[in-house]
């Protein structure tokens, strides 16, 4: 069975300070990742996944199988960034068709 | 391209009923996910369409039921409703086929509240 855990239901930090948003994930196969982020009343979008090693907005997140993490991580934090954070796994079944399993969610608070 | 839409956005039903919510994907999408999203939860999935076909489920009862039209529009449906089925009801599009990166894109929700 696959699994996102994301330990924290709030993290509120001051602007400019550095974001880590833990994503912690349990599947027996080779993981996807992904970070989807949602602002207050829009809809839930992408912000980045693993595969693509790529930074967006700032955000950076690393796989880590080892500790089988995929932390969400930003230097300098901005009011902007407040919004609901949600990791979420791409896993392959039997069948060959893939599905996402998503944490609980984040929401990150940016104070000035 | 409006993205991905969803009908109604809100709706109110009483236990027992049956509901019928609708999503019309991205254009060029062929792919319609569905997922219920339980208040302080992240998305759970229920099922997926692909070419008017359920090709993968969640851990959902048959009375989540869902069909998708030729032109890849999808309808969820759910009977005799239960206080828990209250909910946002997401769906999802994405470009389908066995091995493709389709990455998922999301409508608005529709909230769905039992009494």
């Known amino acids: 069975a696959q699994r996102v855990t994301q330990p924290e239901k709030l993290l509120s930090v001051f602007k400019g300070a550095p974001v880590e948003l833990k994503c912690n994930y349990s599947?027996?196969?080779?993981?996807?990742l992904f970070w989807y982020v949602q602002y207050s009343r829009q809809r839930l979008q992408l912000l980045l996944r693993?595969?693509s090693r790529e930074s967006i907005k700032g955000f950076t997140a690393d796989l880590n199988k080892g500790e089988t993490s995929f932390h969400l991580k930003k230097p300098f934090a901005q009011e902007e960034d407040s919004a609901m954070y949600y990791c979420?796994?791409?896993?392959?079944?039997?069948?060959?068709?893939?599905?996402?399993?998503f944490g609980k969610g984040t929401m990150l608070l940016v104070s000035p | 391209d409006a993205g991905v839409t969803q009908s109604p956005t809100h709706l109110i039903k009483t236990r027992g009923q049956q509901v019928t919510l609708r999503c019309s994907p991205k254009?060029?999408?062929?792919?319609v996910s569905w997922y219920q999203q339980a208040l302080g939860q992240g998305p759970q999935f229920i099922f997926q369409?692909?070419?008017?076909?359920?090709?993968q489920r969640g851990n959902f009862p048959d009375r989540f039921s869902g069909h998708q039209f030729p032109n890849y529009s999808s309808e969820l449906n759910v009977n005799a409703l239960l206080l828990g089925d209250s909910a946002l009801y997401l769906c999802?599009?994405?470009?389908?086929?066995?091995?493709?990166?389709?990455?998922?894109?999301f409508g608005p929700g529709t909230r769905l509240t039992v009494l």
């Open positions: 369409y692909y070419e008017e076909e359920e090709r």
């Open positions: 254009s060029g999408h062929d792919t």
């Open positions: 979420a796994l791409k896993g392959v079944s039997t069948r060959g068709y893939s599905t996402l399993t």
């Open positions: 693993h595969i």
């Open positions: 599947y027996s196969g080779s993981p996807e």
């Open positions: 999802a599009s994405s470009l389908g086929g066995l091995g493709s990166t389709d990455t998922q894109y």
